[in-house]
């Protein structure tokens, strides 16, 4: 179990941080990028949630739902920024990391949702509700992480990777199915030529 007694160290005022096995880094080294992208994903849905629980009746059966999906998600990627934070071949015996059954998951859960929406006819624009419009900024941050771990494809396992390409697709489902579950409107792109 982890234990914290103090945040400050002073460590990391010279600009450089500690991974997993205390090897020093300097903050802008690629392996802590992907693991502060990743911190970030994990507050713009803890953000999410925020708005989900401020949620009120009938939307409330809709919201506890895409809360327990999204808390889940918080776990997992506090697992993947933690195996993220190890270097190559680094990761202690005692942690447990994800497997490919999480992305498995997501897929099986956007596929649920996807069978109460209509296919869409055009791009969509990044809008909505709180809740949804979050939803995508975490989308979009997801994604980043994404692309930062690919920039370390050969450090980081092929199942991390495609957990976050999987969790930035299911971040854009669940908004769409929260959009549709509460009777919104999806606000879709015109392309250049056909807007006034």
């Given amino acids: ?54 949620a009120s009746f009938p939307m409330v059966e809709t919201c506890d739902y895409a809360d327990k999906l999204l ?43 996807l069978e109460d929406l209509e296919p869409l006819s055009s791009f969509i624009l990044p809008t909505g509700s709180p809740a949804v419009a979050n939803l995508h900024m975490a989308r979009t941050i997801v994604r980043r992480a994404e692309r930062e771990a690919c920039a370390l494809r050969e450090e980081v396992r092929p199942e991390v990777i495609s957990y976050l390409n999987r969790l930035s697709d299911h971040c854009f489902v669940l908004g769409r199915w929260i959009t549709a579950q509460t009777g919104e409107e999806e606000t879709l792109w015109t392309p250049l030529g056909k807007r006034d």
């Fill in 1 to 54: 179990m982890v234990r914290i007694t103090k945040v400050h160290t002073g460590g990391g005022d010279g600009g450089e941080t500690s991974l997993v096995d205390g090897t020093r880094v300097g903050k802008e080294h690629p392996r802590v990028a992907i693991y502060g992208t990743i911190d970030e994903a994990n507050s713009a849905i803890g953000i999410v949630r925020m708005e989900l629980g401020r």
């Fill in 71 to 113: 808390g889940r998600i918080q776990q997992e990627l506090f697992d993947v920024g933690a195996e993220c934070a190890c270097p190559p071949g680094g990761v202690p015996e005692q942690m447990t990391i994800i497997g490919s059954d999480a992305g498995e998951r997501l897929v099986s859960e956007m596929d649920s949702m």
